[in-house]
């Protein structure tokens, strides 16, 4: 079986990394939660309409004669600079994610193997009678047990 990745990770540098997550939160401290149910209502912007919105809060500070009354230019701005800000530690994050979560896809599906490769050397060592390994197979094959579909029938009552 090939290993495709080997990692350690120190208890000092979880804890580090996690002071360095804490770090970055403390940096960002207005940053928010939407329900599933606000993502969904509100108005996207990806790279196309930031050009868009780019280009129409430019717009707004050199023609403010056409701004109306209820649109916050100076808010406007606010909202533009802090998403461009948060891209620029965004992306990167979201590399890292991306790298962490294929760590732990090539990590588990690598544990995995190992476990199937033992379990099946529990299961043949059980059938040829070696001592002890019938109450380890039956706990691992605990694993592939399918359970029983219950029926929804309601006993009948007298």
Do not use: C, H, W
Request: glycine letters at 4%; hydrophobic letters at 40%.
């Amino acid at each position: 079986m090939e290993n495709k990745i080997s990692i350690t990770i120190s208890k000092e540098a979880i804890e580090a990394i996690n002071a360095a997550i804490a770090t970055i939160e403390q940096q960002l401290p207005n940053l928010i939660n939407l329900t599933v149910e606000d993502r969904k209502s509100l108005p996207k912007m990806g790279d196309k309409t930031l050009a868009f919105v780019s280009k129409a809060l430019e717009y707004s500070k050199q023609n403010p004669k056409v701004v109306p009354p209820f649109l916050d230019v100076a808010e406007f701005e606010k909202d533009v600079q802090a998403v461009t800000n948060i891209n620029k530690v965004l992306i990167p994050l979201q590399q890292l994610v991306e790298k962490l979560d294929d760590s732990t896809v090539l990590a588990g599906s690598e544990a995995y193997s190992s476990a199937l490769i033992f379990y099946n050397a529990v299961k043949s060592a059980a059938k040829t009678g070696v001592p002890g390994m019938k109450g380890v197979y039956d706990d691992l094959q605990l694993r592939f047990a399918v359970k029983a579909k219950t029926n929804n029938v309601v006993p009948e009552t007298k």
